[in-house]
């Protein structure tokens, strides 16, 4: 099964997306644009979608693929938004451009990059016809950037699909890492903050955001 998915991943079809999504301004306070972009790319691939509105503007999206037979949960979780542009861009910051094999835009790393793959990995998923058992879940949230306010509208992923408990064995979060000093950071979390829902599996970092550099350790 791993081979099979493998090849219905497609390098090309994540980095038009990623391009797409960088074009799509999405500051903290100003997620709903992308929110609705993911929407219809998830409906596209053939999952189906919830949005829930957080704040006027603001929602989060959830979408799931579940099979016949019940089974273990995955979730995959990735933000939509980003800090505000900073000063010292050579170019416009909501104009992807790829230079050298790598692609520069505000929240190119930070993380529709990760969002592009999430969404890369569940239409392969959704695509192969594969039999399973469980249910593959999506959620791309608001205000990672912020305070988190997208928990107050998931509590422990409570309302992951229509107003139901939402029992999630596992969840994966393509975020991106840093060290400081000589602690490491973990390739795959679940948010940055210690009130999130589900624990992170390990963590060797303190937790910082760009939005608060003071806070930063």
């Known amino acids: 099964m791993p081979d099979r998915l493998l090849q219905r991943l497609k390098d090309a079809y994540a980095v038009r997306l990623l391009k797409e999504m960088i ?3 999405s500051v903290v306070g100003q997620e709903g644009a992308l929110a609705g972009y993911i929407r219809d790319e998830l409906q596209r691939i053939g999952l189906r979608c919830e949005m829930h509105v957080v704040e006027a503007g ?32 050579s170019t416009d910051p909501f104009t992807p451009v790829e230079k050298d094999g790598r692609i520069y835009g505000l929240g190119a790393c930070d993380m529709k990059a990760g ?3 999430m969404l890369n990995a569940v239409r ?66 679940w948010g940055r903050r210690e009130e999130a829902c589900i624990r992170k599996t390990s963590t060797w970092s303190e ?11």
């Open 207 to 217: 937790n910082g955001s760009a939005l608060f550099p003071e806070c930063m350790p």
């Open 124 to 189: 392969a998923f959704a695509e192969s016809g594969i039999e399973f058992k469980g249910t593959l879940s999506f959620a791309a949230v608001i205000d990672e950037e912020g305070f988190s306010f997208w928990q107050f509208s998931m509590p422990c992923i409570g309302r992951c699909w229509e107003g139901r408990p939402c029992t999630a064995t596992s969840a994966a979060s393509p975020m991106p890492t840093c060290s400081w000093g000589r602690r490491e950071s973990p390739a795959f979390t």
């Open 58 to 89: 603001r929602p989060n999206v959830y979408a799931s693929l579940e099979a016949a037979a019940p089974g273990p949960h995955l979730v995959f979780c990735g933000h939509t938004d980003t800090v505000p542009p900073a000063a010292g861009w």
């Open 23 to 25: 074009a799509i301004p």
């Open 115 to 117: 969002l592009a793959c």
